[in-house]
């Protein structure tokens, strides 16, 4: 009989243990033992919960118990969860975690520790909720090398962009509706300004190109400025607007981004619509793979953890590889130095300014949408190129295109 614990009884922690009653027999036949929580460790009271006898508010607890072999950690945030992740893992406890901000922070350092005391630190739903993504990149395409990774990461995002398109509801109207679903949290700055995204990407990417993309060097803008003029740009442009998350390899370095991003009704990733997530992965070798399903919510999310922790049941003396270094060198490229297609929206007349807007941006398409001000579509530049064209003319705002 494996025994395991679980840190945090949130929405995650409780669905974990929903998932492993339920499928109980099932999950016993495919890891060959059955799996039963001994501890549940949250701060608060459950004297009334049906599972009143395994809480515990001692983390002791759960340390220095021997028959605990596996740990979920589900408590969010950087502490105590990175305190105890490591005690754990030290201990020579295997541990699970949904924590996106922890595996980006110290993803690096935790699975070093678990190398060196070969065991495992699987973070399946960090990224995409139910969707499966790490182990496929890890197992599936381990024979490939990832040159690229596009993805809409953020459900929420997703949710409020398709509701502009589909419903023309305001961005502040598409939020309270997708609050009021619950979809989003009374707080959703870490949704919509991009902050979700931007840990996911750096996850992600990581994993594939083997050394750590620090997240805080990931140039990162969410969706709160986009407005309907916008939606009616990327229409007459045949295209749609999401939070795009992106990490290309080029000569050894990466150029990674979170921000908002037109792309044309035929791309791929262009009719993912409302809570669903979706990754694009590029390979030399298979060529575009996507991953498609849903980004969070209680079960889904629950049920990569309990797959996570079977893998781990199944492989106690072993480490499972998954692995990514620290690095001191400059890895992630600056964003200026980004190139791409943009959108340029700007103020005034197209026919009063056409000779400067030529002898900057050259002949280019040019649409006005709205009364005061017209939109033309770059060639390939560089950020920072369009930033010193975008000084010359009165530019309103950028938003990025992919083809």
Not at 41 to 59: A, G, Q
Not at 252 to 274: C, N, Y
Not at 284 to 299: E, H, P, Q, S, T
Not at 375 to 400: F, P, R, Y
Request: charged letters at 25%; hydrophobic letters at 40%.
């Amino acid at each position: 009989m494996a025994k395991i614990a679980i840190m945090g009884f949130g929405t995650v922690g409780s669905g974990v243990l929903e998932v492993l009653e339920t499928n109980k027999i099932s999950i016993a036949e495919k890891c060959s033992d059955t799996i039963t929580v001994k501890y549940i460790l949250d701060i608060r009271d459950f004297s009334e919960d049906p599972h009143h006898e395994l809480f515990t508010k001692n983390f002791e607890d759960i340390l220095n118990d021997e028959e605990v072999s596996v740990v979920v950690e589900t408590m969010g945030g950087l502490h105590p969860s990175y305190d105890f992740t490591k005690r754990l893992l030290l201990k020579g406890k295997h541990v699970v975690t949904s924590n996106k901000e922890l595996v980006a922070a110290y993803g690096a350092e935790l699975l070093q520790i678990a190398r060196e005391k070969d065991i495992n630190y699987m973070f399946e739903a960090s990224v995409g909720g139910g969707i499966p993504i790490i182990r496929p990149l890890n197992s599936c395409l381990a024979a490939n090398e990832i040159t690229e990774i596009v993805g809409i990461l953020n459900g929420t995002t997703n949710y409020i962009l398709t509701e502009m398109f589909e419903s023309g509801k305001e961005f502040s109207v598409a939020l309270k509706d997708a609050q009021d679903k619950g979809y989003a949290e009374k707080n959703p700055a870490a949704d919509v300004e991009g902050h979700d995204a931007c840990r996911k990407i750096a996850i992600l990417s990581s994993l594939v190109f083997g050394k750590r993309v620090d997240y805080t060097k990931i140039n990162t803008d969410g969706i709160t400025d986009i407005t309907l003029t916008d939606v009616k740009y990327a229409e007459a442009y045949g295209s749609v607007i999401k939070l795009i998350g992106r990490a290309k390899i080029e000569n050894d370095r990466v150029f990674a981004s979170v921000e908002p991003t037109m792309l044309k009704t035929s791309h791929s990733l262009a009719g993912i619509k409302d809570v669903f997530n979706g990754i694009l992965v590029k390979g030399n070798a298979i060529g575009d793979v996507m991953f498609y399903g849903r980004g969070a919510g209680k079960l889904p999310t629950a049920s990569a953890v309990v797959a996570d922790v079977i893998d781990c049941v199944r492989n106690l003396d072993r480490n499972n590889h998954y692995f990514w270094e620290e690095v001191d060198t400059d890895f992630v490229v600056p964003y200026d130095q980004n190139t791409a297609k943009f959108l340029v929206r700007i103020a005034g007349s197209y026919k009063e300014q056409k000779d400067r807007i030529c002898n900057l941006f050259g002949e280019t398409e040019v649409l006005q949408i709205k009364e005061g001000e017209f939109g033309i579509m770059t060639s390939e530049m560089t950020v920072a190129d369009l930033k010193e064209k975008m000084k010359q003319v009165s530019a309103i705002k950028k938003i990025k295109f992919i083809d």
